[in-house]
C-alpha cells in the first residue's frame, strides 16, 4: 500500500478541517486536507511531466512548511523516493550523499538553489525545480497539461524515502524507509502519542507531521526557526498558542525548557495544551517539572527513540515516582519507561564482538543481560530499520536472530525488576577505569537536579574523570554527593557546553574532548 493513500482515506472523512496551518514565513496560510488532497494531486502531476517515474529519486531541501509536504506526499504519490540531506553539514557532505544515491530530480527553496552555484553535485542533478513556484501552481491549479496521475500501487519493500546521517563519525549512512515501513511507523506514533482526529498539534518536528495527516491531526507549523530549537525566540510562539489553543505539542527538550522559562519568568500558563511530548535528546525531571508548571493539566511524557527505531519507550511525568528520582539523584541513570508494546527490546553485554551477522537463538541468549546489569540497549520490530542504503553501515549496526533483524543503539542501559528502560548514556562515551566503569548520565541526570547548573558533561580526560558543567550564573557550582559517589576527579566550568546541531539538547562529546584539550 503507497503510504500516500492514508491522506487520500483522511481527506475523505474530513476534507473541510485543517491539515495545516503554516505560520513560517510570518503570516497564517491555511490548507485543508481536501485542499492539500488535491495539491498533492496536482504536484504529482506536474513531476510526472518532468520525466520522474516510480523509483527515481528526489533531492529534496526546504525547511518545515505546507509546501514541504504538498511535495513529498506528491512524491510518495508517484512511487518516487525522497531524499534528505542537512545542508548545514557542508558542500562535501552534501556531493558524498548524492554520489551514494544519485537524485534524477531537485527539489529546494530560493535559499537552497544558491547551493548549485558552489556544489557539482547540485549542478550535474538532470531535473531542478524551485519549491514556491512548483506549489504555487498546484494550489491554483495551474499546473501543466497532462491530466491527473493515478496513485502508484507500491508493494510494502519499496523504498519511499531516504535521510542522511551526518557522518560527523566517518561516512554517511542513509537511512532509508519503505512505505510498509512508513505504514507501520505512522501506526505506532499514532497509538503511542495518542494522536486523535480533531486535534491541534504544534508540530516542531518534521517527520511527525505525518502521522498528524495520518491521524486527522491538524498540525500547526510556527513562526520559529526549527532549525536552532534551543535558541528560539518563546514570546512569538506564545502569541500562536494562545491565538490558535492547540491541544498538544510535539517538540525537543530545548525548545520546550525555552517556552517554559519564559512562561515561568513571565508568572503564565499555557492552559490549552492536553498532551506535550518531547524526545530526540535526552528528557530530564528538572524539564517535565518546568512543563508540569507551564500546563499543570496537561499530559507531559518523554519519548525516547533514535533515527532507527521511532519509538522505543515512554514515559508520563505523573508516573515518576519519589523512589524513582531517589535512584536519579544516586547514580541509577535516567527513566525512559516500558518500551512499546510494538518493540522487542534487550540489554546485551558490551563486550560482544560477535554481536554481528547472524546468530543462533542460544547465541543471542548469552548475549543478553539479566534486570539490573548495564549494557547496550538493541531492539526489533516491525517498525525498526532493517538496513540501511547499499548496506553500509549494516555490519556494526544490525544483527539477526533467526528470521528477526535487531539494531544496536549504542546507548547504554538497563532494564529494572519491572521491565522499565533506565538510560545511561552513550555506550562510547562510558569509562573504565581502575576504579571500576561509569556511565555519562549516572552522574548527569544527578547533577542536572541542581537548578544553578545548566548542563552537564561527565568525560574521560588524560586518564581522569572530568565533569564538565554550565552554570545559570557565576561561581562555584554547590558540592552535591553525586561528585563524590562518581569519584570525580576534576570539574570544569564553561560558558556554554557544545550541543548536537539537529535538536540543539544532546551534548556533543567529540567537541567537548577538543575544548578540553585548548
Known amino acids: 500500500m503507497n503510504v500516500a493513500a492514508l491522506l487520500s482515506s483522511r481527506a475523505a472523512a474530513c476534507g473541510g478541517r485543517a491539515a495545516i496551518i503554516?505560520?513560517?514565513?510570518?503570516?497564517?496560510?491555511?490548507?485543508?486536507?481536501?485542499?492539500?488532497?488535491?495539491?498533492?494531486?496536482?504536484?504529482?502531476?506536474?513531476?510526472?511531466?518532468?520525466?520522474?517515474?516510480?523509483?527515481?529519486?528526489?533531492?529534496?531541501?526546504?525547511?518545515?512548511?505546507?509546501?514541504?509536504?504538498?511535495?513529498?506526499?506528491?512524491?510518495?504519490?508517484?512511487?518516487?523516493v525522497a531524499m534528505f540531506v542537512d545542508p548545514s553539514s557542508g558542500r562535501r557532505h552534501l556531493d558524498s550523499c548524492c554520489k551514494m544515491s544519485p537524485p534524477?530530480?531537485?527539489?529546494?527553496?530560493?535559499?537552497?538553489?544558491?547551493?548549485?552555484?558552489?556544489?557539482?553535485?547540485?549542478?550535474?542533478?538532470?531535473?531542478?525545480?524551485?519549491?514556491?513556484?512548483?506549489?504555487?501552481?498546484?494550489?491554483?491549479?495551474?499546473?501543466?497539461?497532462?491530466?491527473?496521475?493515478?496513485?502508484?500501487?507500491?508493494?510494502?519493500?519499496?523504498?519511499?524515502?531516504?535521510?542522511?546521517?551526518?557522518?560527523?563519525?566517518?561516512?554517511?549512512?542513509?537511512?532509508?524507509?519503505?512505505?510498509?515501513?512508513?505504514?507501520?511507523?505512522?501506526?505506532?506514533?499514532?497509538?503511542?502519542?495518542?494522536?486523535r482526529a480533531g486535534e491541534v498539534d504544534i508540530a516542531t518536528m518534521p517527520m511527525f507531521v505525518l502521522?498528524?495527516?495520518?491521524?486527522?491531526?491538524?498540525?500547526?507549523?510556527?513562526?520559529?526557526?526549527?532549525?536552532?530549537?534551543?535558541?528560539?525566540?518563546?514570546?512569538?510562539?506564545?502569541?500562536?498558542i494562545q491565538a490558535l489553543k492547540p491541544?498538544?505539542?510535539?517538540?525537543?527538550?530545548?525548545?520546550?525548557?525555552?517556552?517554559?522559562?519564559?512562561?515561568?519568568?513571565?508568572?503564565?500558563?499555557?492552559?490549552?495544551?492536553?498532551?506535550?511530548?518531547?524526545?530526540?535528546?535526552p528528557v530530564f525531571p528538572r524539564?517535565?517539572?518546568?512543563?508540569?508548571?507551564m500546563s499543570p493539566a496537561a499530559e507531559i511524557a518523554a519519548v525516547y527513540g533514535s533515527t532507527e527505531a521511532e519509538p522505543i519507550a515512554h514515559i508520563r511525568s505523573r508516573e515518576i515516582t519519589n523512589a524513582d528520582r531517589r535512584i536519579m539523584e544516586t547514580g541509577g541513570g535516567l527513566l525512559a519507561g516500558f518500551p512499546v508494546p510494538e518493540i522487542h527490546l534487550r540489554i546485551v553485554r558490551e563486550d560482544a564482538p560477535w554481536l554481528k551477522g547472524a546468530l543462533s537463538d542460544a547465541e543471542f541468549v548469552a548475549c543478553c543481560l539479566p534486570a539490573g546489569a548495564a549494557g547496550e540497549v538493541v531492539v526489533s520490530g516491525p517498525h525498526v530499520q532493517p538496513g540501511y542504503l547499499h548496506g553500509i553501515g549494516d555490519e556494526e549496526t544490525k544483527f539477526r536472530v533467526k528470521d528477526s533483524i535487531w539494531h544496536r543503539t549504542g546507548d547504554a542501559g538497563r532494564l529494572d525488576s519491572s521491565g522499565r528502560l533506565w538510560l545511561l548514556g552513550r555506550s562510547s562515551a562510558r569509562i573504565h577505569d581502575s576504579r571500576g566503569t561509569i556511565y555519562p548520565f549516572q552522574v548527569e541526570a544527578a547533577v542536572l537536579l541542581d537548578p544553578h547548573i545548566v548542563r552537564a558533561a561527565l568525560v574521560g580526560h588524560r586518564g581522569k574523570r572530568v565533569l564538565a558543567l554550565e552554570l545559570s550564573c557565576t561561581g562555584q557550582p554547590p558540592m552535591l554527593q553525586a561528585y563524590a559517589n562518581a569519584e570525580i576527579d576534576d570539574v570544569r566550568i564553561f560558558s556554554r557546553l557544545p550541543l548536537d546541531k539537529r535538536h540543539n539538547a544532546k551534548i556533543d562529546y567529540v567537541e567537548l574532548r577538543r575544548m578540553l584539550w585548548e
Open 22 to 80: 503554516d505560520s513560517s514565513r510570518g503570516q497564517r496560510r491555511t490548507l485543508t486536507f481536501a485542499a492539500l488532497d488535491q495539491a498533492v494531486a496536482r504536484t504529482s502531476a506536474s513531476l510526472h511531466t518532468c520525466g520522474l517515474r516510480a523509483g527515481d529519486c528526489v533531492l529534496v531541501l526546504q525547511p518545515m512548511s505546507l509546501e514541504l509536504y504538498c511535495v513529498l506526499i506528491a512524491i510518495f504519490r508517484l512511487g518516487l
Open 104 to 195: 534524477k530530480a531537485f527539489i529546494g527553496s530560493a535559499k537552497a538553489q544558491l547551493l548549485r552555484f558552489i556544489s557539482p553535485a547540485l549542478r550535474r542533478i538532470p531535473v531542478k525545480l524551485w519549491m514556491g513556484p512548483l506549489v504555487r501552481r498546484a494550489l491554483k491549479n495551474d499546473q501543466p497539461p497532462g491530466g491527473e496521475i493515478s496513485l502508484h500501487d507500491c508493494p510494502s519493500e519499496a523504498p519511499a524515502l531516504i535521510r542522511f546521517t551526518s557522518g560527523s563519525t566517518g561516512e554517511p549512512k542513509a537511512a532509508f524507509r519503505t512505505h510498509g515501513f512508513l505504514l507501520e511507523q505512522l501506526h505506532v506514533i499514532e497509538t503511542n502519542l495518542n494522536l
Open 211 to 240: 502521522p498528524n495527516l495520518a491521524a486527522g491531526v491538524t498540525s500547526v507549523i510556527p513562526s520559529v526557526n526549527l532549525r536552532a530549537p534551543g535558541r528560539i525566540d518563546p514570546l512569538p510562539l506564545i502569541r500562536e
Open 247 to 281: 491541544d498538544r505539542i510535539t517538540a525537543s527538550p530545548s525548545l520546550l525548557e525555552r517556552l517554559a522559562d519564559s512562561c515561568a519568568k513571565s508568572s503564565q500558563t499555557l492552559v490549552c495544551f492536553r498532551h506535550i511530548y518531547t524526545g530526540g535528546a
Open 287 to 293: 524539564l517535565l517539572d518546568k512543563l508540569e508548571r
